[in-house]
């Protein structure tokens, strides 16, 4: 069996600045300086409070677990976003060991360029899903407002199949490999029945909600298991 390879960090580097040109959630900054910016865990341990409550102020909800819901779903996406485009663009899969977040929003940074060359993993698909799902079991352990643990995995769920999308509409050349590797990250761990793919966009269909509707102008979201 082939051992992990580590990627020299300017080709890591390369792959997420080509990520970052998708825009959005595939932007994840890389070096600079430390100020400003802590190791993601010292906001996992605090339950992402400060994020989650600027959050329920935004949308203008007093109730806390739907800030936490929707400040998760967030992070999820932003973290499957680079390591999705990483793998399938750059032949990376980036190592978000030492994932930081700035003091003042919910912006991710590595501070070196650190991942492992797609082709010589064992189980590519395990190793994505363990960067990410490594992070969001740290924030779930961390939170502080009672969320429903499969409300978390559908966020989870929800965020691959987004950002997918957004990576397929992109670049449409990766349909095949996306439409591959999208239901193999379903079927692992606590993503496996949190919803089903419903058509050739890798579009979604969740069985849990995650409570944007309950905010004063929110509305049920296009994969929501109550939308018609």
């Known amino acids: 069996m082939s051992e992990p390879v580590r990627a020299p960090a300017a080709v890591v580097a390369a792959a997420l600045d080509d990520a970052a040109s998708i825009g959005g959630f595939f932007a994840l900054r890389v070096g600079g300086g430390d100020e400003g910016w802590?190791?993601?865990?010292?906001?996992?341990?605090?339950?992402?409070?400060?994020?989650s409550t600027a959050v329920a102020t935004r949308y203008r909800t007093d109730e806390l677990r739907v800030g936490v819901s929707i400040a998760h779903l967030g992070h999820a996406a932003r973290l499957w976003s680079p390591a999705l485009a990483c793998a399938l663009l750059g032949g990376v899969v980036p190592d978000f060991g030492a994932l930081q977040r700035a003091d003042d929003s919910s912006q991710l940074r590595l501070p070196e360029p650190a991942g492992w060359h797609v082709d010589p993993l064992p189980d590519m698909t395990g190793t994505l899903y363990a960067q990410v799902m490594h992070h969001l079991d740290a924030l779930r352990a961390g939170l502080r407002v009672k969320v429903a643990p499969r409300l978390l995995d559908g966020n989870a769920a929800s965020a691959l199949a987004g950002s997918a999308g957004v990576l397929l509409a992109a670049h449409p050349h990766l349909r095949g490999p996306l439409s591959a590797l999208v239901p193999e990250l379903l079927s692992r761990g606590r993503l496996a029945g949190t919803g089903h793919?419903?058509?050739?966009?890798?579009?979604?269909?969740?069985?849990?909600?995650?409570?944007?509707?309950?905010?004063?102008t929110g509305s049920q979201c296009g994969d929501c298991c109550f939308a018609a």
């Open 38 to 51: 802590r190791p993601v865990d010292h906001f996992y341990s605090r339950g992402f409070t400060d994020l």
């Open 197 to 216: 793919l419903t058509g050739p966009g890798l579009t979604f269909r969740r069985r849990s909600c995650c409570l944007y509707y309950r905010t004063p």
